[in-house]
């Protein structure tokens, strides 16, 4: 069974920072491309960022590039968010590719976790 468990969600000051990370099953995530989604009240699911599976493909949300950056080792997924603004307020949830390659699609990803909430105070 797959299980992506996110962590380190919570609350902080315009211009602050925090790192997001997914627990992620070994065997079954190792293989395949990762990303975070994020979802604000009243929004749409909307893409934040990706990698493939080794790691050496990203792809970013314009209005996130820049200020944050996804990372991946064997077990965990990552997302360092530097320089949050307030319209970064959402839940922000990992998910596992179907295929090994980065995607922006949302479609395209299998396995979601549960979410971890980030909140950006003005």
């Known amino acids: 069974q797959v299980q992506l468990v996110e962590s380190g969600g919570g609350l902080v000051q315009a211009g602050g920072s925090l790192r997001l990370s997914c627990a992620t099953s070994r065997r079954t995530a190792s293989n395949n491309g990762m990303g975070w989604f994020r979802q604000a009240p009243g929004k749409e699911r909307e893409f934040v960022a990706s990698?493939?599976?080794?790691?050496?493909s990203t792809i970013y949300a314009d209005d996130v590039k820049d200020r944050f950056t996804i990372s991946r080792d064997h077990a965990a997924l990552y997302l360092q968010m530097n320089s949050l603004k307030p319209e970064d307020t959402a839940i922000y949830y990992c998910a596992q590719a179907l295929r090994s390659a980065s995607t922006r699609q949302g479609n395209e990803y299998r396995y979601w976790g549960q979410g971890t909430q980030v909140t950006v105070s003005a």
């Open positions: 990698i493939d599976w080794r790691g050496g």
